[in-house]
């Protein structure tokens, strides 16, 4: 059911790759409210993606660039200002990438070239849109701007490795930039804490399944779910969030206030609590 909460906004979509991204279904969303917007990801995520596919539907346009190029950034906002007539509403930023994680290197033992790379790609990009679109005065007022973040960015998980850093130093940057913004432009900048969502970069997390089988187990309302998140990324792009900004909006079912629940020490009760997974705790 549409609200037309986003009729007459503009924005941009970074990072929708295919129907099981979080952006994909905010980008769905956003088009039934009522809103025009770009999408936008790098070339070779586009090829490998349906992004385009995603456009038709929309009925808008796909403009490749990468979120750490401040020369891409700059023709994506200028070309989405253009196509969409006017000055944005609203950023979805939804990217992460970890090198390390994707080669199975451990925390203790990171690379520091990927490492620069996941904070690169995974939070200092965020910054670097922030700052391209505050240099090209091209968010009106009461503009909203999210990322999406993870519990990790406060609390150790196993196999998370450099993205709980990553996600750290993005909630970093939505509070100083959302300082700046807000007294300059009223730009709410915020970003949301999502429960593990199996999406293709969710996927690539060391024992993803079992992060997730936990935090459903956790979570008194279960794990919120890609829809739902676009949902409340609709909602905090709508007037009706006005007033919130430099936050770290947990949503996630109520996980990120548990201690223990029945249903996970049920679980637990029930395996071999005993058996030493890794015996000489390299890993643990």
Known sequence: MSYNLLKGKRGIIFGALNEHSIAWKVAERAYEE????TLTNVPIALRMGDTQLLAE??????????????EDLEHLIIRSMEVLGGKLDFILHSIGMSPNVRKGRHYSDLDYDFLAKTLDVSALSFHKVL???????ALNQWSSVLALSYVA???????YNDMADAKSLLESIARSF???????RNVRINTISQSPTPTTAGNGIKMFDSLLDFSERMSPLGNATA???ADYCIVMFSDLTRKVTMQNLFHDGGFSSMGMSLRAMEQYNRGNCDEEVDPDHKYD
Do not use: H, M, S
């Open 57 to 70: 539907k929309c009925n808008t346009e796909v403009i490749p660039a990468d979120a750490v190029n401040l």
């Open 34 to 37: 009522g809103a025009i917007f």
């Open 131 to 137: 700052q391209t679109a505050r240099k090209l005065d």
């Open 178 to 184: 959302g300082y700046i913004y807000g007294r300059e």
């Open 227 to 229: 829809d739902e998140c």
């Open 153 to 159: 960015a406060q609390r150790t998980f196993y196999g």
